[in-house]
């Protein structure tokens, strides 16, 4: 099983990325695992970013990117999403894909992560 996330660059504040995560191998369909976005910035510790239950439900955000970012999903590409607008530099770090069955005994996964760089 393996999460594989794109997406992430170089941009300067303000502007906006699109972060993709696609899980491949998975023994049971994506509409099984409860999804979300991860993140560490240098020297910080790891923080949830935004959070997405199975059927597009129980959608939360970290209180720093309410607002700004999305997260969304798409079970029939096996693909999650994030879209990042009014990027501040608060905001630079490696962002990371994870995914855990909603079922006993929930394993989880990740991804490799993408690293995303707000700069001017």
């Known amino acids: 099983e393996r999460l594989v996330e794109s997406g992430g660059g170089l941009v300067q504040p303000g502007g906006s990325l699109r972060l993709s995560c696609v899980a491949f191998g998975f023994p049971s369909t994506m509409r099984r695992y409860d999804m979300s976005w991860y993140r560490q910035a240098p020297g910080k510790e790891w923080g949830l970013v935004a959070t997405?239950?199975?059927?597009?439900?129980?959608?939360a955000y970290a209180d720093s990117v309410k607002g700004r970012f999305t997260i969304s999903r798409d079970n029939s590409m096996n693909a999650m999403f994030l879209q990042m607008n009014s990027l501040e530099l608060a905001d630079t770090a490696v962002y990371f894909c994870y995914a855990q069955l909603v079922t006993w005994p929930r394993p989880a996964y990740w991804g490799q992560g993408t690293q995303v760089t707000v700069s001017s």
């Open positions: 997405i239950g199975s059927s597009s439900d129980n959608i």
